[in-house]
């Protein structure tokens, strides 16, 4: 889609850093807008706007707003918002270096870096515990509709909505599993990616089995592996075109509806908790005329 940022429905990069950013007091978020469309440039980076730069901005995008916190036994989701998040795209570590070095140094005036993170693709797009991630994306004309806002109104047609969360894997602890509880845990065999029908139902596959809501709850996933020191896990990154699918998802896997928490949470857990507009493209720059 020509008005839609390209990178969002592109296959996932080699390597990839994410920036995200805090507005910085007394300024005027107005003239943010301007400095940071330039540096959008169609398939090496995907911008998105936070709830608190929408808010200083006076302004409201349908459906925009921030990650809904939860916590019960063994488990917490938390919701830290921020003013902006940057993807940038690549196959090059030096090269995201210098990008993102750039991007700070230009919005310096407006925005403070809160947050860096570096991720990569670990083998055919595995999550560090080995398994397939993202094995029932949708692909195609499905991947469009799953993540892409169409048929409302200028402006806002193209664009996107986009969760992301941090988590942080315990691979000691997972490892220490016997592989029948590991597989359980997912609700799929590691050694062919098939799905376990007689898995507990707090397998993470049924947990999410994104057909098995009403209405279907597809995102399209373009999560990617991270890595600092001896910390690890997963940038879970989902694109929709509303948060609906996502929250559904979420709902579902803290055992709202049931009380049954995924079993992911017996090994992993989320630090961070995202919500972001994904603005439209016009004319190959940023369309942000709903924010005029």
């Known amino acids: ?46 911008i998105g706007l936070g709830l608190p730069l929408l808010q200083q901005l006076n302004k409201s995008i349908a459906g925009m707003k921030d990650m ?55 083998k055919d797009s595995r999550d560090l515990t080995g398994y397939e991630d993202g094995t029932e994306n949708p ?19 193209g664009s996107s909505f986009v969760a992301v969360q941090q988590w942080i894997h315990n691979l000691d602890q997972f490892q220490a599993m016997p592989q029948s509880q590991q597989d359980h845990a ?17 397998a993470h596959v049924k947990r999410t089995a994104q ?29 929709g075109h509303s948060f609906d699918a996502f929250e559904a998802l979420l709902q579902r896997m803290v055992g709202a509806e049931d009380g049954i928490v995924d079993a992911l949470f017996s090994f992993t857990h989320p630090v961070t908790g995202y919500y972001f507009w994904c603005p439209p493209v016009k004319d190959n720059q940023l369309d942000l005329s709903l924010l005029s």
């Open 1 to 46: 889609m020509n008005n839609t940022q390209s990178g969002i429905l592109m296959d996932v990069p080699r390597l990839a850093r994410y920036l995200v950013f805090n507005l910085k007091p007394d300024v005027d978020a107005r003239a943010s807008l301007a400095v940071l469309a330039e540096f959008h440039d169609g398939d090496s980076n995907v």
């Open 68 to 122: 809904t916190p939860y916590s019960g036994t063994g488990f917490a989701i938390p919701s830290t918002p921020a003013a902006l998040w940057i993807w940038l795209r690549g196959d090059d570590r030096g090269e995201l270096l210098h990008q993102s070095r750039q991007i700070e140094q230009g919005l310096s005036h407006y925005f403070e870096l809160d947050q860096t993170l570096d991720s990569f693709q670990y």
């Open 139 to 157: 692909e195609g004309d499905d991947a469009i509709n799953a993540a892409i806002v169409q048929e409302q109104h200028e402006g806002l047609d």
């Open 186 to 202: 997912i609700g799929r065999r590691l050694s062919d990616n098939e799905e376990i029908d007689e898995a507990p139902e707090s």
């Open 211 to 239: 057909e098995d809501f009403e209405p279907e709850a597809f995102v399209l996933r373009r999560s990617m592996p991270w890595a600092e020191g001896q910390t690890s896990g997963l940038q879970f990154v989902a694109f």
